[in-house]
């Protein structure tokens, strides 16, 4: 997580968090903290303000008839988690997010597993119609509390440059 401070005034400073484009180095790989343990709670809201009508995220007694003996963790939440995990890191400073490509749901999640993010930057380059601005494209990889990966995408987003983000412009 990138976390500085910028002074606004005497005595005083605001947190700010994020990557400036210049700041993003092909090959790294930031680790997404902390992690988020899967509630059935949360399973069954994100289900429902989905209007995800499948019983293996929310019937036990369904889901016991299948391959996993119970209710499996809806995808989408899985993904959605992890795009909120990687933002203070890799996109707090975008001004778009660009396209997700390539998702791929390689394990199933549970409730009462915790899920953990990384992203590797994969690629980035000056945006050639924004001066101020850049692309940079990220691999993100969900893990469970066991080290298994359970979910992997590419995105891309369109990133500030040092001094154009909407924070630098404020008062």
């Known amino acids: 997580?990138?976390?500085k401070s910028k002074k606004v005034g005497e005595n005083r400073y605001r947190e700010t968090f994020g990557r400036y484009f210049e700041e993003f180095h092909v090959g790294d790989i930031y680790e997404h903290r902390p992690g988020k343990t899967i509630t059935e709670y949360d399973n069954h809201l994100f289900t429902l303000m989905?209007?995800?009508?499948h019983p293996m995220h929310f019937d036990e007694e369904f889901a016991k008839k299948s391959e996993f003996g119970k209710c499996i963790v809806c995808?989408?939440?899985t993904v959605a988690l992890m795009v909120g995990m990687s933002v203070t890191d890799c996109s707090q400073k975008a001004i778009a997010n660009l396209g997700w490509d390539d998702i791929r749901m390689t394990h199933p999640m549970f409730v009462g597993d915790t899920l953990y993010a990384e992203s590797e930057v994969l690629e980035k380059r000056e945006s050639k119609s924004r001066?101020?601005?850049g692309i940079v494209t990220i691999r993100t990889r969900g893990i469970n509390q066991d080290g298994v990966q359970v979910c992997?995408?590419?995105r891309k987003m369109l990133i500030a440059k040092v001094g154009h983000a909407v924070e630098d412009l404020e008062d």
């Open 131 to 133: 001066p101020t601005q």
């Open 1 to 3: 997580m990138v976390q």
């Open 75 to 77: 995808s989408p939440l």
């Open 152 to 154: 992997q995408f590419v």
């Open 50 to 53: 989905t209007m995800n009508t």
